[in-house]
């Protein structure tokens, strides 16, 4: 079955940095966007960032720029996202996303992963 499977998250202090991993299985992903959206306890899940399949664009919610940065290995079928300067308000549950074109998995993605957890403690 298809799969995105997320890794690297953990607890960290605010000002710290964590690398978020996403290995995706099951069939091709060829052509596709792929990205990340996070939910806190008690709010809806807002997108993060995102990156084409060539990674000739990326997109980035407001609160996370010159912070998280997004990228993606193709041969390994992963995308990253590092995250730095991390503040107690990225603590979440992070989701691994994919979906046709950059612009679509920012609303709809195709394809979800488990999601792993980020916590952030001031």
């Known amino acids: 079955q298809v799969q995105l499977v997320e890794s690297g998250g953990g607890v960290v202090q605010a000002g710290g940095a964590l690398r978020l991993s996403c290995a995706a299985s099951?069939?091709?992903?060829?052509?596709?966007?792929m990205g990340w959206f996070r939910q806190a306890p008690g709010k809806e899940r807002e997108f993060v960032a995102a990156?084409?399949?060539?990674?000739?664009?990326?997109y980035y919610v407001d609160s996370v720029k010159g912070r998280f940065t997004i990228s993606r290995d193709n041969a390994k079928n992963t995308v990253y996202l590092q995250m730095n300067s991390l503040k107690p308000e990225d603590t979440g549950v992070y989701y691994c996303?994919?979906?046709?074109?950059?612009?679509?998995?920012?609303?709809?993605?195709?394809?979800w992963g488990q999601g792993t957890q980020v916590t952030v403690s001031s």
């Open positions: 996303v994919a979906g046709p074109s950059l612009a679509r998995i920012t609303t709809t993605p195709t394809y």
């Open positions: 099951g069939r091709s992903f060829s052509g596709y966007a």
């Open positions: 990156i084409s399949w060539s990674s000739g664009g990326t």
